[in-house]
């Protein structure tokens, strides 16, 4: 392979000689999602301790398109820019239906902002940046790897843990434990949750592929998606590329899949080569895969708290599986942050409201991709067809066309932390150039005042200010006058015509989940 799966020390951990201190927060799950949560925690000063039963990243590429928000997000904790260094920039995307292109797109067709529209990177990229990234926080974040939980019990005001570990079992006590452990949360099982949704039975190849040059009609690096294509005729062909010179090779295969049998060199090559006809390659990994779209009726349990696919799942149509748990680490970290500093457990219920409603919209977008990809009927079958013969010579059929609504931040606008109707409140901020920086740069991680004329503006204690500067970028993208109130998160939660003190003290106290 072309990633070195190099495993993570074992340490016995102080719990096996000693009762250990009470722990602010236990978090199961030592992938992108529990990591990111460390690390988002660890950044408002609250300690953590992680438990994961494995030693090494995930192994295949998985998850590896991330999107521009996400990457906002990253920023904040601190692999951003690494990611953006390491990763394959991409915003065009092109639609085929059999050999002829139907259109293509421009995810980001404006400047002024850091981080492009996605990046494809490998999710054990991901995986060893966020790993490194909690080690340089080692004074908030103890990371234990060979420490399988195998029960937990909530006592009302704190949880216990058991856990096995190579050298025998022990107990922790955690104020909130954070289930991060993926779609398989065997915190969900145990605790008999229901996770109701749709199970889509056609079956999808993932074929990693090291090329030497690429097969692209282009030096850019694109997304291709192909309904009909005539190298696998009747089905859906998706193809990008990763670093390394790695090609994501995605192939439909239909409900009645045997997939010990596809998931073969002897099946396998002979559809790569379909492809890309006598280039040389490499088979870097591949995978057979049905996936369901489902998610717990709510993320938060008593004191167990549900993020990532242990909460919710997606198809990986539109890249809204990976995205949308690093969001919902977002909206939890400084909330739990604030709750375990004293704050109103009513921040808690936000999380909730908040990313069950999310995660309800990834769910929609996914599935509705996927039933315009696999007809279940004769209509639909009609119907998408139809509108990929129209969609070359008529631009409102390209519309209808679905091959996975790429990744987008939701909107919290009308939910209960949110204060006044402007059209900006409840969405994420929206990047621009700060001097030799950027806004993202200067207006996450703590609520801020975001100013946008000389008014003697302030914000109550704990609030910090920033200015925009009077610019046509910064006028096009928030206006000319008044001031928004940012949470750490990003999400702008008000708007003020005026300087009114009291008006924007009522609106912090609100977005803390406390009665103005």
């Known amino acids: 392979m072309a990633y070195d799966y190099a495993p993570f020390p074992y340490g016995a951990p102080p719990g096996l000689t000693a009762p250990e201190p009470r722990h602010p927060a236990a978090i199961v799950g030592a992938g992108p999602i529990g990591l990111a949560m460390a690390i988002d925690l660890a950044q408002h000063g609250i300690s953590s301790v992680v438990l994961d039963d494995n030693n090494v990243v995930s192994v295949g590429s998985r998850a590896i398109c991330w999107a521009k928000r996400t990457l906002e997000i990253f920023d904040r904790l601190g692999v951003g820019e690494r990611m953006l260094d390491k990763g394959v920039t991409w915003k065009v995307g092109r639609l085929f239906h059999g ?33 490194e990234r909690a080690q340089d926080l080692s004074d908030y974040i103890d990371l234990r790897f060979l420490n399988k939980v195998t029960d937990h019990t909530d006592h009302g005001d704190h949880v216990t843990l058991d856990i096995e570990t190579p050298d025998g079992p022990y107990q922790i006590e955690a104020d909130y434990y954070i289930a991060a452990e993926g779609a398989g949360s065997a915190t969900r099982k145990r605790m008999n949750l229901p996770f109701e949704g749709q199970t889509f039975e056609e079956h999808f190849l993932i074929v990693d592929v090291e090329l030497p040059d690429s097969p692209f009609a282009t030096d850019d690096p694109e997304r291709w998606f192909w309904f009909a294509p005539p190298f696998h005729p009747g089905q859906s062909a998706l193809l990008h590329k990763q670093p390394d010179n790695i090609y994501r090779i995605d192939l439909q295969l239909g409900p009645d899949t045997d997939p010990k049998t596809e998931a073969t060199e002897e099946k396998v090559i002979p559809r790569i080569k379909a492809i890309i006809g006598d280039m040389d390659f490499r088979l870097d990994w591949m995978s057979v895969y049905k996936f369901r779209c489902a998610k717990l009726d709510n993320f938060v349990h008593g004191r167990v708290l549900f993020v990532g696919d242990s909460a919710h799942v997606v198809s990986p149509f539109g890249a809204r599986g990976g995205n949308g748990g690093i969001q919902d680490v977002d909206n939890l970290g400084w909330k739990l942050a604030a709750v375990l500093n004293g704050a109103s457990n009513t921040l808690l219920d936000s999380y909730n409201e908040e990313r069950t409603h999310s995660s309800r919209e990834n769910i929609l977008n996914s599935s509705r991709a996927t039933n315009f990809m696999t007809p279940k009927s004769e209509i639909e079958t009609l119907f998408r067809n139809e509108t990929l013969n129209l969609a070359g010579k008529h631009p409102f059929a390209r519309k209808l066309i679905n091959s996975g609504r790429l990744s987008q931040p939701c909107t919290l606008a009308d939910m209960t932390l949110q204060t006044g109707t402007h059209p900006l409140v409840g969405h994420s901020l929206i990047d621009m150039p700060m001097g030799n920086g950027w806004l993202i740069e200067q207006a996450q991680g703590q609520f801020t005042l975001l100013t946008l004329d000389d008014a003697n503006w302030s914000g109550p204690h704990g609030v910090r200010t920033v200015h925009l500067a009077a610019t046509q970028t910064a006028a096009q993208r928030y206006g000319r006058a008044g001031a928004f109130l940012v949470r750490p998160d990003g999400h702008i939660c008000a708007y003020f015509e005026t300087p009114d003190m009291q008006a924007i003290s009522s609106a912090y106290t609100k977005a803390m989940g406390r009665r103005t």
């Not at 902002?113 to 999710?123: D, R, S, W």
Request: glycine share 6%; hydrophobic share 35%.
């Open 99 to 131: 050999g002829d292109e139907v259109y293509s797109f421009d995810l980001l067709p404006e400047d002024g902002h850091k981080y492009p529209a996605f990046i494809n990177l490998q999710q054990y990229y991901v995986e060893q940046y966020l790993v």
